[in-house]
């Protein structure tokens, strides 16, 4: 049985840092492309960023670029969300994802219905 389970949101107020967990289990790791999604209310889920296999490749959604950071470790089947200055239309749950495929210049990898597994999400709520 594959799980996902994120850990580390919080509530911040606006400037602030969060770093986000996901520990995968039930599934080949490195085999899977690892993602992070997040939803407001109200709102669809949208891409946040994803990482691929072993690392080599990484994107980010325009909005949290040069302030999101993905990584991975896959000795540990974990992946990491490093955020930084934090505003407040950050708000949301965040979601781990782990996905088959990853295709670095496509569409396809931004679509939630691209992912295969999903965890439970974390909320992250940013105050002004």
């Known amino acids: 049985q594959v799980q996902l389970v994120e850990s580390g949101g919080g509530l911040v107020q606006a400037g602030g840092s969060l770093r986000l967990s996901c520990a995968a289990s039930?599934?080949?790791?490195?085999?899977?492309?690892m993602g992070w999604f997040r939803q407001a209310p109200g709102k669809e889920r949208e891409f946040v960023s994803a990482i691929s296999r072993f690392g080599t490749n990484t994107r980010y959604a325009d909005s949290v670029r040069g302030r999101f950071t993905i990584s991975r470790d896959n000795a540990k089947n974990t992946v990491y969300l490093q955020m930084i200055s934090l505003k407040p239309e950050d708000t949301a749950v965040y979601y781990c994802?782990?996905?088959?495929?990853?295709?670095?210049?496509?569409?396809?990898?931004?679509?939630?219905?691209?992912?295969?597994?999903w965890g439970q999400g974390t909320q992250v709520t940013v105050s002004s």
């Open positions: 994802a782990a996905a088959t495929n990853y295709y670095q210049n496509s569409d396809y990898t931004t679509r939630p219905g691209s992912w295969n597994y």
């Open positions: 039930g599934l080949p790791f490195s085999s899977y492309a």
